[in-house]
């Protein structure tokens, strides 16, 4: 059996254990220190949110609302809405769940990286991968928006909702849409197209992450029904392997309509296309412009990236 380590968060609380090898490597990142060595213990440098249960009854409910427990069995219960101004919002969009179940976070201290097509994508997203414990840290690298004043509204967005959320974000300089209509030039239809694309993104961000001793990386186009899943994970898959980082990969669809509202609550620009020049011209044709099928003619997506 694997060793494993106990983990104290700053203020000296106990949570999830994780491989000792793991432990090693935080405390030699600087991120944690040894309280012992049998068994392997080790105390993180922050401090991380654990919601406090409490007695109702028969019934475990844990301060937050949206965690409840029969027994000692997580169980689903709709969040009660709170008001933010004249504004009805869920008590806390962050909890990951299997299907319609919380679950405890898994991967504390674990750090991922997220590449990130768009600020409203990242919303759910973000909540969603730090209900699982994960330090999350975003990259914005998007060579196929297209036109430039495009990209730099997306941005923007992004800029937004990262001093909103208090998302750390690694800006790739510069506009490389060129180089994307290099590699897609030969190829401009879907799915082919949207292959490319996904690999350009992916590949790039792998590399970062791995440069960056990150455990994983991940992308907001997991959120999106517009997208090929599969390619996504296979291509995921294929350049983690070759960059010696692992790449995550979950279904985020149940988030889709949920990201919508929180676009809209934070106030953030909601594109109408997936991004290259090729996809603008088969949306405003009806199309959506994505490795999906084709849409109903005259149909115009809200965003659908």
């Not at 983990?7 to 994780?18: F, K, M, Y």
């Not at 509204?153 to 180089?179: C, F, K, N, Q, S």
Request: with cysteine; charged share 25%.
């Amino acid at each position: 059996m694997e060793a494993r380590a106990i983990v104290l968060d700053a203020e000296g609380r106990t949570l999830s254990p994780c491989p000792a090898d793991k432990a090693r490597r935080l405390v030699a990142q600087g991120r944690a220190e040894i309280v012992r060595d049998d068994p392997l213990t080790i105390r993180l440098t922050r401090s991380v949110t654990i919601p406090s249960p409490t007695r109702l009854g028969d019934r475990l409910v844990a301060q937050d609302p949206a965690i409840a427990t029969v027994g000692d069995r997580p169980v689903a219960q709709d969040p009660a809405p709170r008001r933010r101004g004249d504004r009805r919002v869920a008590q806390n969009p962050a909890i990951a769940t299997v299907g319609d179940r919380p679950v405890a976070p898994t991967k504390v201290g674990e750090r991922l990286l997220l590449h990130i097509c768009c600020g409203p994508c990242a919303t759910y997203t973000v909540a969603h991968l730090r209900g699982l414990g994960y330090e999350v840290t975003g990259y914005w690298f998007g060579p196929n928006i297209h036109p430039f004043s495009e990209h730099e509204r997306r941005r923007e967005a992004l800029e937004t909702l990262a001093a909103d959320i208090d998302l750390p974000v690694i800006w790739e300089p510069g506009y490389e849409m060129p180089e994307f209509l290099r590699l897609v030039a030969g190829t401009p239809e879907r799915p082919a197209r949207c292959r490319i694309c996904y690999r350009m993104r992916l590949a790039r961000t792998a590399r970062v992450a791995a440069a960056g001793g990150f455990d994983a990386f991940s992308t907001t186009l997991l959120i999106s029904p517009y997208q090929d899943l599969d390619a996504i994970r296979e291509i995921g898959a294929e350049e983690g392997d070759a960059q010696h980082v692992r790449f995550y990969f979950e279904n985020l669809r149940k988030g889709f309509a949920e990201h919508h509202r929180l676009a809209r609550e934070h106030g953030l620009y909601m594109q109408r296309y997936c991004g290259c020049v090729y996809s603008e011209w088969e949306g405003l044709r009806g199309r959506r412009g994505t490795a999906g099928g084709p849409a109903p003619r005259g149909a115009i997506l809200e965003q659908n990236d």
